[in-house]
């Protein structure tokens, strides 16, 4: 695990790395379980051990308490991780006449010197979020972590006590560039014998969960670090590999799914948040926009038991005005909604579409939503969007017949106004007419 750097005079919090979104990228293994707005870290310690953090929201794992500022970050309140692995003490709450006209608080001791108190100044169930945080303090999640790592380091090194090239079973040991490839073939085999080992019944696949959540994170960490593009031509085969990585992550689903219970009144936007950071992978596949119908079944089908109703998807997507993500809700004249990346460009899709109805066979036959589809590598639904988009600029024509609706491009500009039965032999209407 990569090192992460201290903030504060004494090194007391961790710098937390978080989404584009503004979500805290989770650890292997690590869990969200509750999250409060509007939360000051405040030193107790005069002069103070640390500088405060004022106003931000409170996120806590099973592993960390993760503060990240409600407005845009700055030097002085970058978001913020603490390990519950250093609290060595939680003061008990004690209810009194004075705390009734005070903001509710939370006082813990971090490695047994730093007294934390941590104020809520929002709305939110504060006895709910001082209950998980004795209970994840209490399970010590991150003590199973460091044993199955401390197991796999013993592992690997009794491996490696074989010197020169020969290994304990006296087999040649593969080095260089063979023995890398060679490892790398090892572990995906490994890897394909865990799903197929997991899936065998609901039994198997219970007795791997850990293992299937943490396999699904490092799928998730490799596939997001991948450039979206090669340059020149692609490998066949590791592009096959790229779209298997991708169905396997649709299917495994999201780790910690934000939901009521651990959101509370930041539920949609945390939603939103999460949404943002999802829709990455759907939206690749289908060619940088997706219709909210199928976002839906996505994400659902992502979360798994956690279902959020067509009502909260919405509410989640208009939210993205207010935040600075990639994506974006949009709306076309025929009234379909889509989320799209920001980066999508129209003129694009309209340069490829005109490339595709000035062919030679296209200027005869027309093209349908299908035919779009194939070449802007889209639905068809939305490619007809895109058609019917490109009829109101004034690039298309449409023809409505039995066979269906077929786009063909528009020739009217070409035609001269004083001499309608002028036949040119050249431009696209010279084209046209030597394809009939």
């Given at each position: 695990?990569?090192s992460e750097?201290?903030?504060?005079s ?5 710098t937390?790395?978080?989404t ?18 509007s ?9 103070p ?5 004022r ?8 592993h960390?308490?993760i ?5 845009q970050?700055?030097?002085?309140s ?5 390990p ?8 008990s709450?004690k ?7 005070h ?6 001791q971090v ?29 010590r999640a991150w003590?199973?972590d460091?044993?199955s790592?401390?197991?796999a380091?013993s592992?690997s090194g009794?491996?490696?006590v ?19 490839l ?9 890897t ?10 609901l039994n198997?696949l219970?007795?791997k969960?850990?293992?299937m ?19 020149g ?8 590999s790229?779209?298997e990585?991708?169905?396997?992550m ?23 948040r999460?949404?943002a950071?999802?829709?990455r ?7 940088g926009?997706?219709?909210l119908?199928?976002?839906y079944?996505h994400?659902n089908?992502a ?15 208009n ?5 600075d993500?990639p ?8 009234g379909?909604?889509?989320i ?10 309209m340069s ?9 066979e ?8 299908s035919?779009?589809?194939?070449t802007l590598k889209?639905a ?11 009829e109101?600029?004034?690039?298309l024509c449409?023809d409505?017949?039995p ?8 020739l ?12 040119k032999?050249f ?10």
């Amino acid at each position: 695990m990569a090192s992460e750097s201290r903030i504060g005079s004494d090194g007391l919090f961790n710098t937390a790395e978080v989404t584009t979104s503004g979500r805290p990228v989770l650890r292997r293994n690590e869990v969200e379980c509750f999250l409060l707005s509007s939360v000051d870290l405040d030193s107790e310690d005069d002069p103070p051990r640390f500088a405060s953090l004022r106003s931000g929201n409170l996120i806590l794992t099973t592993h960390r308490l993760i503060w990240i500022p409600s407005s845009q970050p700055n030097a002085s309140s970058l978001p913020s991780s603490l390990p519950l692995s250093s609290i060595t003490h939680i003061f008990s709450h004690k209810k009194s006449i004075k705390s009734m006209f005070h903001s509710p608080r939370i006082r813990f001791q971090v490695d047994s010197v730093v007294v934390v108190t941590v104020v809520f100044r929002g709305k939110g169930d504060f006895d709910g979020f001082l209950t998980k945080l004795w209970e994840c303090w209490r399970g010590r999640a991150w003590e199973e972590d460091e044993k199955s790592e401390s197991e796999a380091s013993s592992g690997s090194g009794a491996g490696t006590v074989a010197q020169g090239l020969y290994g304990n079973d006296g087999t040649v040991r593969m080095v260089g560039l063979a023995g890398i490839l060679r490892k790398e073939q090892e572990q995906w085999e490994s890897t394909d014998k865990s799903l197929q080992d997991a899936f065998q019944d609901l039994n198997a696949l219970m007795s791997k969960a850990k293992e299937m959540v943490s396999l699904a994170e490092k799928m998730r960490q490799k596939l997001l670090s991948a450039p979206s593009s090669q340059n020149g031509g692609g490998d066949d085969d590791e592009m096959g590999s790229k779209e298997e990585m991708q169905q396997w992550m649709l299917s495994v689903g999201i780790i910690s799914p934000v939901t009521k219970e651990s959101a509370g009144a930041l539920y949609h936007q945390e939603l939103s948040r999460q949404l943002a950071d999802f829709v990455r992978i759907p939206l690749e596949q289908a060619g940088g926009m997706i219709s909210l119908t199928d976002m839906y079944y996505h994400f659902n089908r992502a979360r798994g038991t956690e279902l959020i109703s067509p009502d909260d998807l919405w509410q989640a997507c208009n939210l993205w005005e207010k935040f600075d993500v990639p994506v974006m809700l949009r709306k076309f004249d025929s009234g379909v909604k889509v989320i799209q990346n920001k980066s999508h460009s129209d003129e694009e899709v309209m340069s490829r579409i005109r490339m595709l109805v000035t062919k030679t066979e296209t200027l005869r036959t027309g093209v349908t939503a299908s035919d779009a589809a194939l070449t802007l590598k889209i639905a068809p639904a939305m490619a007809k969007e895109h058609l019917l988009s490109a009829e109101t600029k004034g690039l298309l024509c449409r023809d409505m017949s039995p066979d269906g609706l077929r786009f063909y491009f528009n020739l009217f500009p070409e035609i001269d106004p004083t001499d309608l039965h002028l036949v040119k032999d050249f431009g696209t209407y010279g084209e046209w007419v030597k394809s009939h």
